[in-house]
């Protein structure tokens, strides 16, 4: 048993079992051996790879779109532009790059990076050197315009899981079985935040809630309705959650979340509905699919321009990376986008509401 998991079991112990939410939340932020608190878990050599890590065209496209939303609003400088969990800071540095034409981006943006990583930080510090990010545990935006991303930080939050029976909902945690650590369920109950999945669900079924991705969806909308900005949101889910999505991954395979604490990404799909409802404040665009966004902004072009540089085993790399961006058995419709911007404010370019 690791440090974490003696840590874990005493708690348990000690106040009894604990939620899903509780469990993540140790496994993946406990400040000394939580698994995003030591290491940089991205890439092919680390747990999971991302979009930006994929390809450059990721952020290059995400940046025009972001870009385009500040002068659709009338260019406000200066503004915030922020990323929630940006990784290696590889998709900032391809935004930036990307904007560099844009006449007054770059001068009016002050780049805001929420990360609690250590090892992530010193990472982003060096992928954006020329550009004196400031760093934030929590999204505390100052008084100004919030241009935002978050890709692939909604899943990393902790989720509590919930299945249905006869009387009410059961809620899955985490307990000891013979002084092992182990899954059970709590007795039913009626939960005022599950009401509305009464109807759509059926005896047996698991449903989702994360409290902390509500907050931080609120936050967004609150200062996005009183500031002006974008939001875009860019995460593996759907409109609602149902099933259970809570999966651990150690380099690129499913394995139980329940061993070696601390050592695999723990993550659940993002339920956009609740995002959405949470985000009152501010209007969110059609919920689309990766890939169809990234064709609209005209990946396949760029993918096209960008090839005419390459030969070999390159070019059969970045065919290889368009294609797991956007082709529906790849990321394009697993992964979602979208975006959360003032009551009347055009969609962001990708996200219009007509195809
Ligand atoms: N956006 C990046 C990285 C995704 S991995 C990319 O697309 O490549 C998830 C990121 O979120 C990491 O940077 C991780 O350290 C950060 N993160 C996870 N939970 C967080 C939390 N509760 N608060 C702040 N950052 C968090």
Redesign the pocket.
């Known amino acids: 048993m690791n440090a974490l998991a003696q840590h874990i079991t005493a708690l348990i112990r000690a106040s009894g079992p604990l939620t899903l939410a509780e469990f993540m ?1 140790l496994c ?2 406990h400040p000394e051996h939580g698994y ?1 608190t030591t290491r940089d ?2 890439g092919a050599e680390g747990d ?6 994929i390809s450059q065209m ?1 952020g290059e496209l995400v940046g025009l779109c972001l870009a385009q939303s500040w002068l659709d609003a009338g260019a406000p400088s200066p503004f915030t532009l922020a ?6 800071g ?2 900032m540095a391809d935004i930036m790059r990307a904007t560099r034409a844009v006449p007054g981006f770059h001068a009016a943006a002050e780049l805001l990076l ?4 250590p ?2 930080r010193a990472r ?1 510090k060096a992928a954006l050197a020329g550009y004196q990010p400031a760093w934030a ?2 999204l505390t935006p100052k008084n100004q315009p919030l241009f935002l ?5 909604f ?4 989720i509590r899981q919930f299945i249905r029976d006869e009387a009410g909902w059961r809620e899955r945690v985490v307990g000891l079985d013979d002084g092992a650590l182990a899954f059970g369920l709590t007795d039913a109950t009626q939960l005022a935040a599950l009401e509305h999945r009464w109807n759509d669900t059926e005896i047996g079924d698991v449903v989702e809630l994360s409290g ?1 991705a509500d907050a931080v969806a609120s936050e967004i909308s609150s200062h996005i309705a009183a500031q002006g900005g974008c939001a875009l949101i ?1 995460d593996y889910g759907d409109w609602r959650s149902k099933g259970d999505t809570f999966q651990a991954l150690k380099a690129h395979k499913k394995v139980s979340p329940l061993t070696a604490l601390g050592t695999a ?1 723990l993550t659940a799909h993002v339920d956009f509905e609740a995002l959405a409802k949470a985000a009152a404040e501010v209007q969110h665009s059609k919920l689309t699919p990766q890939g169809l966004f990234l064709e609209r902004l005209g990946v396949t072009a760029r993918a096209q321009a960008l090839a005419k540089k390459l030969s070999g085993a390159a070019l059969e790399s970045h065919i290889a990376a368009h294609r797991r961006l956007t082709h529906p058995e790849e990321m394009g419709t697993l992964f979602k986008v979208m975006a959360l911007t003032p009551q009347g404010a055009p969609p962001p370019a990708g996200l219009e509401d007509d195809a």
């Open positions: 939340a993946l932020q995003y878990p991205l999971f790879t991302t979009a930006p890590e990721f990323e929630l969990g940006p990784g290696r590889t998709l929420v990360e609690t990583s090892a992530l982003q545990n929590q991303i978050a890709n692939e930080f899943d990393a939050l902790p902390h860019i990404d």
